[in-house]
């Protein structure tokens, strides 16, 4: 499920760099799209190890 999250973070905030914002750079939109989906990705790791940590799981 992470990983579905976070291919959609990255085609949302492509989007959103490109139609919102306006950022005519394919590597800077490259690279805050990027950005932006490992830091969801984590975010859900760290979030999952938690619960699983909570429960008495490893």
């Known amino acids: 499920m992470p990983e579905l999250l976070t291919a959609a973070t990255y085609l949302i905030v492509w989007l959103i760099c490109w ?9 800077t939109k490259l690279i ?5 989906a490992i830091f969801v990705f984590v975010f859900l790791s760290v979030k999952d190890h938690q619960q699983k940590k909570k429960r ?3």
């Open 19 to 27: 139609r919102v914002i306006g950022i005519e750079s394919g590597l």
């Open 32 to 36: 805050i799209s990027l950005g932006a």
């Open 56 to 58: 008495g799981g490893r």
